[in-house]
C-alpha cells in the first residue's frame, strides 16, 4: 500500500466526528481547530512512543500537499478540504463511527486525551485518537500496525521540490 493510502486510511478516522456521537464532541472540536491550521506535518510512526525524527512524511501549507517519494518531495494541490470533513461528518451522524474515551496520559510531553474511533460495521476496526490538552489539537493517529503523529505551525517547513 503507497504512503498516501497507508495515511489515508488513519486520517479518515482522524477526520471523522460529528454532533450525533456525544462522545465525539472532544474530537469534533479539535478537528474543528485541526481545519483552521495552515501549517501541519505528519510523521508515520511504529507506535505513540516513538520519538519524531527526521522529516514527516507529509507536509500541508495551506492548499498544498508535499508528499515524500523516496527522498524526493512531490507537490499536489489539494484545494480546499471542507468537502471532504463535510463527508466524513455525514458517516458519523449515520452511526458508522463510535466515539469512546480512552482516558488520559502523555504524549511528547503534554498532557493528552485519549479517544477511541471505532468503525462497527468494519468488524469493529478501531484507532485510537490523541489530543493535546493544552492546543486542543489532534496530535496523534493510530491502530495497531502503526499510525502518525501531526504537528502543528512555524516548526514545519515548506519542502524542497527538485523541477
Not at 454532533?19 to 481547530?33: G, H, S, T, V, W
Not at 478501531?126 to 491502530?143: A, H, K, M, N, W
Amino acid at each position: 500500500m503507497n504512503l498516501i493510502a497507508r495515511l489515508a486510511l488513519p486520517a479518515a478516522s482522524l477526520l471523522v466526528a460529528g454532533a450525533a456521537q456525544a462522545n465525539c464532541k472532544p474530537l469534533l472540536d479539535a478537528l474543528n481547530k485541526a481545519v483552521q491550521q495552515s501549517r501541519f506535518g505528519v510523521y508515520e510512526v511504529q507506535s505513540s512512543e516513538q520519538a519524531l525524527s527526521g522529516e514527516p512524511h507529509v507536509v500541508i501549507v495551506g492548499t498544498v500537499s508535499y508528499v515524500r517519494s523516496g527522498k524526493e518531495w512531490e507537490r499536489i494541490e489539494i484545494g480546499d478540504l471542507g468537502g471532504h470533513w463535510a463527508h466524513l461528518r455525514k458517516e458519523l451522524a449515520g452511526g458508522e463511527l463510535n466515539c469512546k474515551t480512552a482516558g488520559t496520559g502523555r504524549y511528547g510531553g503534554a498532557p493528552v486525551t485519549k479517544l477511541t474511533v471505532t468503525r462497527p460495521k468494519a468488524s469493529e476496526e478501531s484507532s485510537q485518537i490523541f489530543i493535546d490538552q493544552r492546543s486542543g489539537l489532534p496530535v496523534y493517529e493510530g491502530t495497531t500496525d502503526g499510525g502518525f503523529a501531526v504537528v502543528y505551525g512555524d516548526a514545519v517547513k515548506e519542502p524542497t521540490v527538485k523541477k
